[in-house]
């Protein structure tokens, strides 16, 4: 087996997509009479800085020749990327041998690029050590992506797919032709093995892209042949090409375990702790609270859910003081941005002011530490009493909307998660 890994071809304003490119790969491999066994999408750590939307690195599983696979991937990259765009620094590598050859360095870094931020200098090295035939343009930041994705399907054990279709060049940049109530009609016709393909709430066609690229829509699922039906259903603009993609998306593997205590910007964390401060609605309508390890009150983490999360939101109000949780979500710049959390235990009564058995209407202070009296009717009560507490929250787990979801979030319709769930739609 040869397995060509690319990554770094796309620009955030200028458009392509690296998914094309290894696409257009592939095509060519399998003209020259090669056959394509699958296409690799790995989602790599959602924080890096440099990425772009969604910081996907390829890799191609075929039978061809090595040096005629490097040839032909080299000439769609040097065709294809944007390297126009500074920021664009694409990297190809080509290495020979199965799933058994993936060295144990390799499948390490492939394993660390979806939780950490890796240094060309380290991906180079690898290179080199293992003799591995590369090129690059730029500063060739693309490699570090290009190998973690060599070396993912031995790293990796939870795998989903996506089917995705492209457009003809000639509309790149332009408005998307697709039929909403065929996307929605067939959004109903595959759920729950097809998901993120709307958004019910927000009326939205989540698999439809705006961004100026190849890319027409994405059908995201855990059955591949499944995915391919609904985007054989969907309505729309001519279909010049498309392609099935084995992927790590939907499968939250840039989750680590972690304490309030240690966590870092630019990584990913699930955390535990106890609600520390009322939820706060801030300018612009991100809400904010305060994570605390325990009762002590020593670390605290500071938690948002920003406006894109929309809905969602209103679960995050719904919290009180006291509540524990698993939260889950990226910390940068000190705050965890939530992806998910799950309630665990939930704050069921508070202490309030007593009223008058008699006239039900709150009593007064009688003084310090003297309770409380009702002054019409002489009742009293030694302090405040405790009340139940009505809640909208349920113990479980809870999302944000399909709209704002991150590709390698895993969306809780997937299950296998440790509480019951309160899945979005």
Same mark, same amino acid.
């Given at each position: 087996?040869?397995?060509?890994?690319?990554?770094?071809?796309?620009?955030?304003?200028?458009?392509?997509?690296?998914?094309?490119?290894?696409?257009?790969?592939?095509?060519?491999?399998?003209?020259?009479?090669?056959?394509?066994?699958?296409?690799?999408?790995?989602?790599?750590?959602?924080?890096?800085?440099?990425?772009?939307?969604?910081?996907?690195?390829?890799?191609?599983?075929?039978?061809?020749?090595?040096?005629?696979?490097?040839?032909?991937?080299?000439?769609?990259?040097?065709?294809?990327?944007? &390297?126009?765009?500074?920021?664009?620094?694409?990297?190809?590598?080509?290495?020979?041998? $199965?799933? *058994?050859?993936?060295?144990?360095?390799?499948?390490?870094?492939?394993?660390?690029?979806?939780?950490?931020?890796?240094?060309?200098?380290?991906?180079?090295?690898?290179?080199?050590?293992?003799?591995?035939?590369?090129?690059?343009?730029?500063?060739?930041?693309?490699?570090?992506?290009?190998?973690?994705?060599? $070396?993912?399907?031995?790293?990796?054990?939870?795998?989903?797919? *996506?089917?995705?279709?492209?457009?003809?060049?000639?509309?790149? $940049?332009?408005?998307?032709?697709?039929? %909403?109530?065929?996307?929605?009609?067939?959004?109903?016709?595959?759920?729950?093995?097809?998901?993120?393909?709307?958004?019910?709430?927000?009326?939205?066609?989540?698999?439809?892209?705006?961004?100026?690229?190849?890319?027409?829509? $994405?059908?995201?699922?855990?059955?591949?042949?499944?995915?391919?039906?609904?985007?054989?259903?969907? *309505?729309?603009?001519?279909?010049?090409?498309?392609?099935?993609?084995?992927?790590?998306?939907?499968?939250?593997?840039?989750?680590?375990?972690?304490?309030?205590?240690?966590?870092?910007?630019?990584?990913?964390? %699930?955390?535990?702790?106890?609600?520390?401060?009322?939820?706060?609605?801030?300018?612009?309508?991100?809400?904010?609270?305060?994570?605390?390890?325990?009762?002590?009150?020593?670390?605290?983490?500071?938690?948002?859910?920003?406006?894109? &999360?929309?809905?969602?939101?209103?679960?995050?109000?719904?919290?009180?003081?006291?509540?524990?949780?698993?939260?889950?979500?990226?910390?940068?710049?000190?705050?965890?941005?939530?992806?998910?959390?799950?309630?665990?235990?939930?704050?069921?009564?508070?202490?309030?002011?007593?009223?008058?058995?008699?006239?039900?209407?709150?009593?007064?202070?009688?003084?310090?530490?003297?309770?409380?009296?009702?002054?019409?009717?002489?009742?009293?009560?030694?302090?405040?009493?405790?009340?139940?507490?009505?809640?909208?929250?349920?113990?479980?787990?809870?999302?944000?909307?399909?709209?704002?979801?991150?590709?390698?979030?895993?969306?809780?319709? %997937?299950?296998?998660?440790?509480?019951?769930?309160?899945?979005?739609?």
């Amino acid at each position: 087996m040869t397995v060509v890994g690319l990554d770094d071809t796309d620009s955030r304003e200028r458009g392509m997509c690296t998914t094309y490119v290894a696409a257009q790969v592939a095509e060519r491999l399998r003209r020259q009479g090669a056959t394509v066994s699958r296409l690799l999408l790995v989602r790599l750590n959602p924080a890096v800085p440099y990425k772009t939307r969604g910081n996907a690195a390829l890799a191609i599983h075929t039978d061809a020749d090595p040096n005629q696979a490097f040839s032909i991937a080299r000439d769609r990259l040097e065709s294809l990327s944007e &390297t126009a765009d500074e920021r664009t620094n694409p990297g190809l590598i080509v290495v020979e041998g $199965g799933l *058994e050859d993936v060295p144990d360095d390799v499948s390490a870094f492939s394993g660390r690029a979806i939780h950490e931020h890796l240094e060309i200098a380290e991906a180079t090295a690898l290179l080199e050590r293992h003799g591995y035939r590369s090129w690059h343009a730029g500063d060739g930041r693309g490699r570090i992506g290009a190998l973690a994705a060599i $070396g993912s399907r031995r790293a990796l054990s939870e795998w989903t797919y *996506e089917h995705i279709s492209y457009r003809d060049s000639s509309r790149w $940049g332009t408005p998307r032709d697709v039929d %909403r109530e065929s996307v929605f009609a067939a959004a109903d016709r595959g759920y729950p093995e097809v998901w993120d393909t709307v958004d019910r709430g927000e009326d939205e066609t989540v698999c439809v892209p705006h961004t100026p690229g190849p890319i027409l829509y $994405g059908i995201r699922g855990d059955d591949p042949d499944a995915v391919r039906t609904v985007a054989e259903r969907i *309505e729309s603009e001519p279909v010049t090409s498309s392609q099935l993609f084995v992927t790590n998306q939907g499968t939250d593997a840039h989750l680590q375990e972690g304490g309030l205590e240690s966590v870092a910007d630019g990584l990913a964390y %699930r955390v535990d702790g106890w609600v520390a401060s009322e939820p706060e609605t801030r300018r612009g309508g991100h809400v904010f609270f305060d994570l605390a390890a325990g009762s002590a009150d020593v670390s605290r983490l500071e938690c948002a859910a920003f406006e894109p &999360t929309k809905r969602f939101r209103d679960r995050v109000r719904a919290l009180r003081v006291g509540d524990r949780l698993t939260a889950c979500g990226e910390v940068s710049r000190g705050t965890l941005k939530l992806e998910k959390f799950a309630v665990r235990e939930l704050v069921t009564t508070e202490r309030v002011t007593p009223t008058c058995p008699d006239c039900e209407r709150t009593m007064n202070s009688a003084g310090r530490n003297q309770g409380y009296r009702c002054r019409d009717c002489g009742t009293s009560r030694d302090g405040k009493v405790e009340r139940r507490l009505e809640r909208d929250l349920e113990t479980g787990w809870y999302e944000v909307p399909p709209c704002a979801r991150r590709h390698i979030s895993k969306p809780l319709i %997937r299950g296998g998660f440790d509480a019951p769930t309160h899945p979005e739609r």
